[in-house]
Nanobody
């Protein structure tokens, strides 16, 4: 599996929660940076959080840490994004990306060379 697969999206009411998963092969996952981005309609891809798989060091985009939490299960080659207190403006396609080695600044989609197909999150009453 030389690509990333996101799951866990869906429709939820405002205030609800979702947990997204991003999984890939062991070769892709080990010693890499896995990041979550989202893309809202008409907007650029926006960085949410990233994690360096070797030591679980994490980074968050501006104002993302308040409600979102990135984590991993190293031996399952899977990174997660917990979305809490969801708002309508969180409606977007959520993607995970991967780059080899450390996570780097700035938090830019251009730094990642592999992507999943995305999972849709819709927040609506």
């Amino acid at each position: 599996q030389d690509h990333l697969v996101e799951t866990g999206g869906g429709s939820v009411q405002p205030g609800g929660s979702l947990k997204l998963s991003c999984t890939t092969s062991e070769a892709m996952y080990r010693d890499s940076c896995i990041a979550w981005f989202r893309q809202r309609p008409g907007k650029e891809r926006e960085g949410i959080a990233s994690i360096y798989t070797s030591d679980s060091a994490t980074w968050y985009g501006d104002s993302m840490k308040d409600r979102f939490l990135i984590s991993q299960l190293y031996f399952k080659n899977t990174a997660y994004l917990q979305l809490n207190s969801l708002k309508s403006e969180d409606t977007a396609m959520y993607y995970c990306g991967r780059r080899p080695g450390y996570c780097v600044a700035p938090f830019s989609a251009n730094s990642y060379d592999s992507w999943g197909q995305g999972t849709q999150v819709t927040v609506s009453s």
